[in-house]
């Protein structure tokens, strides 16, 4: 510590450390503690904002990999969403979050080392998602809104320095994507004719909720001038069905956010999303050859068995419920989005679980202080 200049202790309650307040972003560099990005120093003061909003301890266990011997407590955690720079009130997304990715139909372990660079894609459903800061409109999947932006990035600095995932560490991703840095989408309320995701997946209509896929970046979907219901789903049969995607005929899961005009043209013409599910499940269904074409060599492994069913295709998504469909985005020019799963359900498969909100306003440790 330098004296004469302003200084910023950081770190756990246990553990504290103390830098000179304008080397703090140099040192967690160097330490290896960040996504390249600036962070927001971790002070005492701020962590312990985050486990009250969270309403939980410091010591408490939030999350656990057996595979990496590691345990996620509640006070790592916060320290991760403080530096990506949450505010308190999204910090129990955060943690539903965690207990989605530490589920172990999510195959967390296998998703953060693998080459194919998966981004963990939070999707959260609510009653009022505009109220806690996330925003489903204009520019959804783009930058410009704190809550959107922080609780994505929350969840690959807690991979990073809490799992292990770094490129010099754990992450064998061989190229990776820009949704590695943050990826969160928020549902807008759909129209009155559509359920929400959170409804859909069997859960109350008044809870949040928060499904977690391991995805690649998304694809837009244009389709600006068809205005029938079947040229909107041809096209979008047809991004789900790139050759190169690896989960095409392997049996995947993939997350379709319709922008504006798309769900406009769907719902007036009377397509429920159930029925589009299942339509696209019919649609995405290929043959070998089609992917031999392009280059892609059959696989007959115990992970990757692509025998075609009797009909001489194969699956690139088994049942509609492996679509996860959401509304999304602004007026436009006709614009949606396709984010296929990283690799087949035999890897990992989407989880979701409900955010629980703290309304006490404290939790039990400081209570006791």
Not at 30 to 45: C, F, H, M, N, Q
Not at 64 to 70: C, G, H, T
Not at 131 to 140: E, H, K, V, Y
């Amino acid at each position: 510590m330098l004296c004469g200049e302003r200084t910023a202790s950081v770190g756990s309650m246990a553990t504290s450390l103390t830098f000179v307040e304008s080397d703090v972003q140099e040192e967690f560099f160097a330490r290896g503690w960040t996504d390249g990005l600036p962070i927001v120093p971790p002070t005492p003061e701020r962590i312990n904002a985050m486990l009250i909003a969270g309403g939980v301890d410091a010591d408490k266990v939030v999350g656990m990999v057996p595979e990496r011997s590691r345990m996620i407590s509640a006070e790592k955690a916060a320290i991760n969403a403080v530096m990506a720079g949450c505010e308190p009130k999204h910090f129990p997304v955060v943690l539903a979050a965690i207990d989605a990715m530490c589920d172990p139909d999510f195959g967390c372990n296998t998703v953060l080392t693998s080459t194919g660079g998966a981004a963990l894609c939070v999707v959260i459903s609510g009653p009022d998602l505009a109220g806690l800061g996330f925003n489903s409109n204009r520019n959804a999947l783009g930058p410009g809104y704190r809550a959107n932006a922080t609780v994505g990035r929350a969840m690959r600095l807690i991979a990073m320095n809490i799992l292990g995932a770094r490129s010099d560490y754990l992450d064998g991703s061989s190229l990776g994507h820009p949704g590695k840095y943050t990826m969160l989408i928020a549902e807008e309320v759909p129209p009155k004719e559509w359920d929400p995701l959170r409804v859909e997946l069997g859960f109350n209509e008044d809870a949040t909720t928060v499904t977690l896929l391991a995805t690649e970046g998304p694809h837009q979907i244009s389709n600006q001038l068809n205005g029938t219901a079947e040229g909107i789903l041809s096209s979008l049969a047809s991004a789900m069905t790139n050759p190169t995607t690896y989960g095409v005929g392997k049996g995947h899961q993939v997350l379709l956010v319709l922008g504006y005009e798309h769900r406009r043209i769907l719902i007036e013409q009377g397509w429920t999303k159930q029925a589009i599910r299942e339509h696209l499940v019919e649609a995405s269904r290929v043959p070998p050859s089609y992917l031999e074409s392009a280059g892609i060599v059959m696989e007959h492994t115990t992970q990757n068995d692509m025998t075609p069913d009797a009909d001489g295709k194969l699956a690139t998504v088994r049942i509609p419920e492996h679509i996860f469909l959401v509304t999304a985005g602004s007026p436009g020019a006709g614009w949606s989005a396709y984010i296929p799963t990283w690799a087949p359900t035999v890897h990992s498969e989407a989880v979701t679980k409900v955010v629980q909100f703290n309304t006490s306003g404290s939790n039990r440790s400081n209570e006791e202080a």
